[in-house]
């Protein structure tokens, strides 16, 4: 009786959650006339489903919002954006991790001080130092600034701490340097960690808004989100479009946090390592 009591609450908890992917679903499949007319917050209710699924709504927000060339450029960045965190952040927090070097916990501390510092008091000095180098507008402002940082480093120092420190010395023992231990034993054993920096460091840059919004100043490396939000403003009354853009920019997300949910057990279940 528990246990079907909790299902319950669960399914209910789930479905007030998934509410307004929902309705951004069921809106950008209507008819403007039916985004005004046929309007219920309930989707058990017949008015909260379009008549006929008006499937060229996204079509029509793609072409006339130039979709394509913010899509790809918001995948240029992210797939940038993510190989560099990955590069500095293991690196890093296998040397916090398992080499020994003089101030090492006090390096580590000031690292971690950096989180307390709101995003937003980098913005003047990250975009002083872009025009400086050159790269404002273009893909080097707009990834580089952000191939490091001290919370992922912190999630993947914490993991590679729990290795057993005999591995890395019978790796030694063999004639292995840092290196190779680094690559052959602390990175096969680190596959969950690594998944999440990656899901997570991807959302940060997909999701991003407020620096390609300074960064940019013409379209050619304008990411997905400044253009939803140009979009937006053009498109008007016409929330059928809105939402069938908000779908676009929201379905890659979706899909990489359901390969990557598949990826999180399956590393857990192979590594064999316990907290």
Do not use: C
């Not at 130092?129 to 992922?152: C, E, H, I, N, Q």
């Not at 680094?182 to 990175?187: E, G, K, R, S």
């Not at 596959?191 to 390609?212: E, K």
């Amino acid at each position: 009786m528990a246990s079907a009591a909790t299902a319950v609450l669960l399914a209910a908890g789930a479905l007030v959650a998934l509410m307004p992917f929902i309705f951004m679903v069921s809106t950008s499949l209507k008819t403007l006339v039916e985004t005004l007319t046929r309007v219920n917050p309930l989707p058990f209710h017949a008015e909260f489903w379009p008549t006929v699924p008006q499937w060229n709504n996204y079509v029509d927000a793609w072409v006339r919002a130039s979709f394509s060339r913010y899509f790809r450029n918001s995948m240029i960045t992210a797939a940038v954006t993510v190989a560099g965190v990955l590069s500095t952040s293991t690196l890093a927090a296998y040397a916090f991790a398992k080499m020994r070097f003089a101030g090492r916990n006090l390096v580590f501390a000031l690292l971690l001080s950096t989180l307390i510092i709101p995003e937003s008091v980098y913005l003047v000095p990250n975009f002083i130092l872009v025009t400086k180098l050159g790269w404002y507008d273009r893909l080097a402002g707009l990834t580089v600034p952000f191939m490091a940082s001290a919370f992922y480093i912190f999630l993947l120092r914490q993991f590679f701490a729990q290795l057993p420190d005999e591995l890395i010395e019978s790796a030694r023992i063999d004639g292995a340097g840092h290196p190779r231990a680094f690559l052959a034993i602390a990175m096969p054993l680190s596959r969950a960690p690594v998944v999440t920096v990656i899901f997570l460091a991807f959302i940060g840059s997909w999701n991003a808004l407020q620096w390609p919004l300074v960064a940019t100043r013409t379209e050619k490396w304008r990411p997905l989100t400044v253009g939803l939000t140009m979009f937006i403003s053009e498109a008007g009354p016409e929330w059928h479009l809105r939402m069938a853009g908000a779908v676009i920019a929201v379905a890659p997300v979706v899909l990489l946090y359901l390969l990557a949910q598949r990826q999180f057990t399956e590393a857990i279940s192979r590594s064999g390592i316990k907290g």
